[in-house]
């Protein structure tokens, strides 16, 4: 075993975090830099192979099990790891943030290089914790909406638990058990139950329709250098994870892929809220991915990966250009501020060049990847996939028209404080990135799952002209729209329904029951008080029985007569009494037993 | 024939006597309890090895009924796999929680002491005496003996509402005792053996297939006994009340030792008594699996609404509790597992809540949830451990209670009970709702500007409770561009100086439980908790150190469960209980 394969990469955040306790801000920031930068390295030179295991629950971990999806896997989020981090440290922020941003990427690498079920859901489930935490930091109002975010979290993970397990006993395998590498990564989930429980769970994350609400409702609430992590991980590893659970393709992912790129753009042309429009671009753009990995042809998993890849870098640098505006001008929206102009350049810069990669303008790394996409459709000869794809472009064009005019062309003019110099270093990278691997894109095939079987040879004409297309149409979509965008603020989306059908469902039935349990319980005690009364004091339950005509009297009879209950009973009454009780019990003793 | 299991009882005798004896001189009576606990877990755990190759200590005191079946009914004690397992969860935590209850008694400078430690010494000797019992009618004794050693614990306080929990404590408790009364003798009467047998005893087996009815019906009187001081709805109502004990009971006890002693004799009636073949044959296992699920799901839609922190501790116990009976309902080998598994891993959780909670009343006089924003500022260690815990509790991995959900999970499957696996999900969900609020509420939040709790009290969405006059937290705008701008994160004061020495408490204010929205959150203009002052100087050693060896618990088992020697008892029992199974 190559000694390279022994270090998890997680291995090396966690010492990162340890460090980041005991030194000073100013050392702890430039170390995490190294660090992830080293474990981005890590991922190039590492062969294919398996590392380190752990016998866990009786199954068989494979703490590090590295192929070429791992590999980019690691390889891109710990280069972006170290980019979000250099953000962090030039806006000031604290050494808790980088712990908890750390801990998050740190869980984020375990998650994709386990090679086995189990160590997956580890991964997931402390994925979640870790970004909780991370979004609760901001305080204000993230603290409710990260409690949002750990709840949907907690449903996709246990769903996701519940697949993994429906998977395990369709492989007619079960606990105690006798096959400890069952849950290894094989050739996918089992069909039937446990792809629907793992789909959904993992179409959490990946905010499927209908279960993403959180991700534009989370990706806007916290600081912005917070945001600018969050952006890359969670939805990424998902996609990671669909691959592993769909290695052959699966027809409904694609259709969902396709749906989603058409509803994620629709509803980001609605928002006028920076992060809440990249959010659900976000959307967007993993539906593309999901395309590709539904699909399933080596072109459509290769298409989905690199626009993975790519994706992480632009959609990295449109965040990091909208927390540089919101963070020189402290609004979050972008009707809340006149024209930026030129007066900012670095920011301008980074949002012109994120917004012509995510848009997939020739030149930059979106246009690669989308084409591998879009080949991989027409290969497949799906005209309805084709379409939604279509769709989708057209929406993100004339989101990002919508973008770049009102933060830099509409409006008063003001001046914006540009980026320091830090910052400008981050957008450099990333935005050399962009154009990299949109020019040389050799260097991204390298990389790939399946980069040296497919060809790619994008820059032809009939490709260009497709996308000038595409791009007419995006921003006639938006000239013509503008009158109607304008009056909306964000759109009704499936969250206006489910959060208060679960917070007042939850208040009605726990209240309910509450109520129901209470009357129960009131009822109990009345008996248990009157059997206790009238042992104790018989007069007062005869009183309490008595029609108010009686009480009276019976009062009067209570004061003159010994005893408690008011009546008197003779000796020879009370005799036969007793003695008839007795005669009774005798006759059930001998005749009935 | 083996002295140790009898030894260990005497130990708890002699402690006892010890403890009463010393009354007049408090650090030797603390000493005792202090050597007892050693004693106690020190031969319990020297019984480890031996059992788990294979060996059954037994200490048998001779005959004790005469009559039935072979040779009577004797007085034995036998340690077996099962009873190791709640018996070392009992004893060690025992140690643990004796060194906490030192510092709780005294922080709090609590009357009566040692009525409180000698009881609290036989409760446990109680509990362990449930472990080794060899036979229904032993386990019933010590059951009993258990309910009332408790008794006075629950009474501690001596006021109007501690005596009435006692009394309904006592009154649930004996009933139960009652109905596994008349079980057992009814099983005599049928079987002629009560003996715990592996994989059940022979006459009952020979029952169900002659004349089902009646076994069920004795199988109803014996769970349905033990239901009572597991927690199972609804002969639940007990537990709440009993919270008005002092907090190492309520964590000791009533989350480890008694409510586990329930259902730790549903364990013995599903394993030893009937085994779980019969229960199956007996279509048993889909009553027990509805009353189990449907307690998880009221319980903690209960436990939503409370606003006394112990009380939201006692639903959440009450809902996992049912996590066992669940288990033991299912009846497949991984749900057999699971519910043993979470023996211990809700044992160090739920301990690791209570005694947090009492550390926070004790050095703080925090009770109510709605007290504890920006509390983990003062108090940074314990609410640590708290946050460990909850996470267990939701079964999150890494922590102890995702060993137990995933087994129950995995059983739930192999079964076909496909509505458990949702009752697992929400239940899951649900912990979430009810716990995350408290994590940060005491971290993220401050007395000065924080939401109102319980959530559910409050108006969708939040109440957002700032100490600024006027300010309301509005949807858009100015208000929430102080957090994102990166300026204003609370991060930034991390490395400035300490804060300045101020009141340490925000005022008291109402509680707040149910609904009602009356409550008034008095706000000092900037209140915010001190921080202690020193590193682990936030309370007395004596409650902090055992709330860490808690919380660690709570990660070792999560991370090396495979290695702790529960994970080969319990493998063991069920490989040995459903060896008889077609599976």
């Known amino acids: 075993m190559n000694e390279l394969l022994s270090i998890p990469p997680a291995l090396i955040v966690l010492a990162l975090l340890g460090l980041s306790v005991v030194l000073p801000r100013k050392a702890a920031y430039p170390l995490s830099i190294l660090g992830l930068a080293a474990v981005a390295a890590w991922a190039l030179v590492v062969p294919d192979g398996t590392g380190p295991t752990y016998q866990f629950l009786g199954f068989e971990l494979l703490i590090v099990d590295v192929d070429q999806f791992t590999r980019l896997m690691v390889a891109i989020f710990g280069a972006f790891g170290a980019l979000a981090v250099a953000f962090a440290f030039f806006a000031d922020m604290g050494k808790r943030h980088l712990f908890w941003g750390l801990s998050y990427v740190g869980a984020s690498l375990w998650t994709v290089t386990v090679g086995d079920w189990l160590g997956l859901v580890v991964g997931w489930e402390v994925m979640a914790i870790a970004s909780t935490i991370f979004v609760w930091l901001s305080g204000g109002t993230s603290i409710r909406t990260g409690y949002r975010y750990a709840l949907a979290h907690a449903i996709g993970g246990s769903l996701l638990m519940a697949g993994i397990v429906a998977h395990l006993i369709a492989l007619g395998a079960s606990v105690p058990v006798t096959d400890p590498t ?26 499927i329709i209908g279960f993403h609400a959180w991700l534009p409702d989370t990706y806007s609430a916290p600081t912005a250098a917070t945001s600018v992590f969050l952006c890359c991980y969670t939805t990424k590893t998902a996609v990671y994870a669909f691959y592993r659970a769909f290695p052959n393709g699966n027809i409904v992912l694609a259709y969902m892929g396709g749906a989603m790129a058409i509803y994620g753009a629709a509803y980001a042309l609605a928002q006028k809220d920076m992060r809440r429009l990249l959010s659900y671009h976000i959307q967007a753009q993993v539906g593309f991915m999901l395309v590709g990995i539904g699909i ?22 449109l965040f990091v250009s909208a927390g540089l505006i919101i963070l020189q001008l402290g609004v979050n929206r972008l009707d809340d501020f006149g024209a930026l102009g030129r007066s900012a350049p670095i920011t301008l810069g980074a949002f012109l060049i994120g917004a012509l990669s995510i848009t997939g303008v020739p030149g930059f790394n979106g246009f690669v990847s989308k084409a591998m996409l879009t080949d991989a459709v027409s290969a497949e000869g799906s005209t309805p996939l084709m379409i939604m794809l279509w769709m989708g472009s057209i929406g993100t064009f004339a989101s990002f028209a919508k973008f770049g005019y009102y933060a830099f062309l509409y409006g008063e003019p003001i001046d914006g404080d540009d980026a320091n110099l830090g910052h400008g270093g981050v957008v450099a990278a990333l935005a050399g990135g962009c154009i990299l691997f949109g020019v040389y894109y050799v260097a991204l095939l390298q990389l790939l799952p399946f980069g040296g079987e497919v060809t790619v040879d994008p820059y032809y004409l009939a490709k260009m002209l497709e996308v000038a297309a595409l791009a007419t149409a995006g921003i006639v979509l938006f000239v013509v729209s503008k009158p109607l965008l304008d009056r909306l603020h964000g759109g009704i989306d499936v969250n206006k329904a489910h959060d208060p059908l679960a917070f007042y469902g939850t208040r009605a039935m726990s209240g309910g029951l509450g109520g129901l349990f209470g009357a129960v319980d009131r009822l109990v005690v009345r008996c248990a008080e009157g059997a206790r009364t009238g042992v104790y004091e018989p007069s007062r339950l005869i009183s309490g029985a008595l029609p108010d005509t009686l009480v009276d009297r019976y009062e009067q009879l209570v004061e003159r007569t010994p005893g408690k209950t008011g009546f008197k009973l003779n000796i020879g009454l009370t005799l036969s009494v007793a003695g008839t009780i007795l005669g009774a019990i005798l006759a059930v003793i001998l005749f009935i037993l | 024939m083996s002295v140790r299991p009898g030894v260990v009882l005497l130990l708890v005798v002699v402690g006892v006597l010890a403890i009463i004896a010393s009354r007049n001189r408090p650090n030797v009576r603390e000493g005792w309890t202090l050597v007892t606990a050693l004693g106690v877990a020190g031969v319990t755990a020297s019984m480890l090895p031996g059992v788990l190759d294979g060996y059954t200590y037994e200490t048998s005191l001779g005959t004790f009924v005469d009559g039935f079946g072979a040779d009577g009914i004797e007085f034995a004690l036998r340690v077996d796999e099962l009873g190791m397992i709640f018996a070392l ?18 922080g709090n400078d609590e009357h009566d002491q040692t009525r409180f430690f000698a009881m609290l010494c036989l409760s446990v000797g109680a509990a362990l005496g449930v472990a080794f019992a060899g036979n229904l009618l032993v386990l019933l004794i010590f059951y009993e003996v258990l309910t009332l050693a408790t008794y006075p614990l629950v009474a501690h306080e001596e006021t109007e509402e501690a005596r009435v929990s006692g009394y309904k404590y006592l009154a649930y408790a004996l009933t139960g005792g009652l109905a596994i009364f008349a079980g057992m003798v009814a099983t005599v009467w049928v079987a002629g053996d009560v003996s715990f047998t592996r994989g059940g005893i022979e006459g009952l087996s020979t029952l169900a ?9 004795i199988f109803a009187l014996l769970a349905g006994g033990f239901f009572v001081k597991a927690g199972v709805m609804p002969t639940h109502a007990w537990l709440p009340s009993a919270m008005v004990a002092p907090t190492p009971v309520s964590g000791l006890l009533h989350a480890v030792a008694v409510v586990k002693a329930g259902a730790f004799g549903v364990a013995r009636t599903v394993f030893d008594v009937f085994g779980p073949e019969t229960v199956s044959q007996l279509g048993l296992g889909v009553v027990v699996v509805v009353f189990a699920s449907s307690t998880i799901l009221i319980a903690s839609l209960f436990a939503l609404r409370q606003d006394n922190l112990k009380a939201r501790l006692a639903y959440s116990t009450i809902a996992q509790l049912s996590y066992i009976v669940l288990g033991l309902g299912i009846l497949a080998p991984a749900a057999l597992m699971g519910a043993l598994l979470h023996i211990p891993a809700h044992a160090f959780a739920k301990l690791t809540l209570f005694l947090c909670a009492g550390a926070l009343y004790v050095q703080l006089d925090v009770k109510y949830i709605s007290q504890m924003p920006g509390v983990a500022r003062r108090m940074p260690v314990t609410m640590t451990a708290f946050a460990i815990a909850a996470f267990s509790m939701a079964g999150l991995p890494l922590f102890a209670g995702f060993v137990s959900k995933w087994h129950l999970l995995i059983g739930s499957a192999d079964a076909g009970y496909l509505p458990v696996t949702f009752v697992l999900i929400t239940s899951g969900a649900l912990n979430v709702a009810y716990f995350w609020p408290i994590v940060y509420t005491a971290f993220f939040e401050s007395p000065g500007e924080h939401g109102g709790k319980p959530l559910l009290g409050y108006p969708f969405g939040g109440k957002f409770v700032s100490s600024t006059p006027g300010k309301k937290a509005k949807k858009h705008k100015s208000d929430e561009t102080a957090l994102t701008d990166g300026g204003e994160t609370p991060d930034k004061h991390e490395d400035e100086v300490q804060d300045k020495q101020e009141d340490e408490a925000p005022d008291k204010h109402e509680a707040h439980d149910e609904d009602g929205g009356s409550t008034t959150v008095t706000d000092k203009s900037n209140a915010e908790w001190d921080r202690p002052e020193s590193r682990f100087g936030e309370t007395t050693l004596l409650m902090l150190v055992p709330i860490m060896v808690t919380g660690t618990l709570v990660l070792l088992f999560g991370i090396g469960a495979d290695y702790s020697g529960f994970f080969e008892l319990i493998e063991t029992i069920v490989e040995e209980a459903t060896v008889g199974d077609e599976r």
């Open chain 1, 296 to 317: 399933g042809s080596t072109l459509g998993i290769a298409g989905g990966f690199a626009h993975l890849f790519n994706h992480i870098l632009y959609k990295g640098l």
């Open chain 2, 209 to 217: 297939d002659d004349d089902p009815w009646t076994a069920r019906a």
């Open chain 1, 182 to 207: 069952i849950l290894h990564f094989g050739d996918g989930v089992s069909e039937g139950l446990a792809a629907v429980l793992a789909g959904v769970g993992i179409g959490v994350n990946a905010a």
């Open chain 2, 89 to 106: 969860v009992s004893s060690s935590l025992y140690l643990v929680t004796a060194i906490y209850s030192i510092g709780y008694m005294r």
